[in-house]
């Protein structure tokens, strides 16, 4: 299994540091390690990142996908090789402990006291959503719906313009027929009392307040 074990940014600053005895990933510093070697103390607070990488024959079924053990998180993928079936496996953990632990129990299929240990985002469950298929005929369905609602819409503005118009006439005939009733109302004849004089102004009152 390989090991590799990178360092945060405290390693630059220890005195008489060399990168050179480092190897380099992209400006992250790492020591290629032995999986059964164990972390000096003095190395610890150094740690950013353990990763290793390791591959197995598909001897047993294994659920694919991210398995999850403390620090540790497993990825697992089956791959066909021209000389045998294995799984692969990338790991990635805060300590050699964990990373050991979740290897181990993927590599049996359990935990060590016998409970399951499956992956928690798996590679094998049911893909939801929709095809893109069935995203296109909704498309077209509900433009085909957006239109006949627009056309719709465009009819009931037709209607409302006719009603506005017809209504705008009758308002304005209404208008000119209290005009001319006040207008008689206003030229006083022997038989129209003070009363009809009265009527007008308030007619008149009433159509400027409208205006």
Same mark, same amino acid.
């Given at each position: 299994?390989?090991?590799?074990?990178?360092?945060?940014?405290?390693?630059?600053?220890?005195?008489?540091?060399n *990168?050179?005895?480092?190897? =380099?990933?992209?400006?992250?510093?790492?020591?290629?390690?032995? @999986? @059964?070697?164990?972390?000096?103390?003095?190395?610890?607070?150094?740690?950013?990142? #353990?990763? *290793?990488? =390791?591959?197995?024959?598909?001897?047993?079924?294994?659920?694919?996908? #991210?398995?999850?053990?403390?620090?540790?998180?497993?990825e697992?993928?089956?791959?066909?090789?021209?000389?045998?079936?294995?799984?692969?496996?990338?790991?990635?953990?805060?300590?050699?402990?964990?990373?050991?632990?979740?290897?181990?129990?993927v590599?049996?299929?359990?935990? /060590? =006291?016998?409970?399951?240990?499956?992956?928690?985002?798996?590679?094998?469950?049911?893909?939801?959503?929709?095809?893109?298929?069935?995203?296109? =005929?909704?498309?077209?369905?509900?433009?085909?719906?957006?239109?006949?609602?627009?056309?719709? #819409?465009?009819?009931?503005?037709?209607?409302? @313009?006719?009603?506005?118009?017809?209504l705008?006439?009758?308002?304005?005939?209404?208008?000119?027929?209290?005009?001319?009733l006040?207008?008689?109302?206003?030229?006083?004849?022997?038989?129209?009392a003070?009363?009809?004089?009265?009527?007008?102004?308030?007619?008149?009152?009433?159509?400027? /307040?409208?205006?």
């Amino acid at each position: 299994m390989s090991v590799n074990v990178y360092l945060n940014e405290k390693v630059r600053e220890l005195p008489g540091f060399n *990168c050179e005895q480092l190897r =380099d990933d992209k400006g992250r510093l790492y020591l290629v390690w032995s @999986d @059964d070697a164990p972390i000096p103390g003095e190395l610890k607070d150094l740690v950013a990142e #353990i990763s *290793c990488h =390791d591959s197995f024959p598909q001897l047993g079924r294994r659920e694919a996908g #991210i398995y999850r053990h403390k620090t540790a998180e497993c990825e697992l993928v089956p791959e066909n090789w021209t000389t045998a079936m294995v799984y692969k496996i990338k790991v990635v953990g805060r300590n050699l402990e964990d990373i050991r632990a979740i290897v181990r129990f993927v590599k049996i299929g359990h935990k /060590s =006291d016998g409970s399951s240990f499956r992956p928690e985002e798996s590679y094998e469950g049911p893909q939801s959503g929709k095809s893109c298929q069935q995203l296109e =005929d909704e498309l077209a369905t509900t433009q085909q719906r957006l239109e006949a609602a627009q056309a719709v #819409i465009e009819d009931r503005k037709e209607e409302a @313009d006719t009603c506005a118009k017809e209504l705008g006439a009758k308002l304005l005939n209404t208008r000119l027929s209290f005009f001319q009733l006040a207008a008689n109302l206003e030229t006083p004849t022997k038989w129209r009392a003070v009363r009809a004089w009265k009527l007008a102004e308030e007619i008149r009152m009433i159509l400027d /307040s409208h205006k």
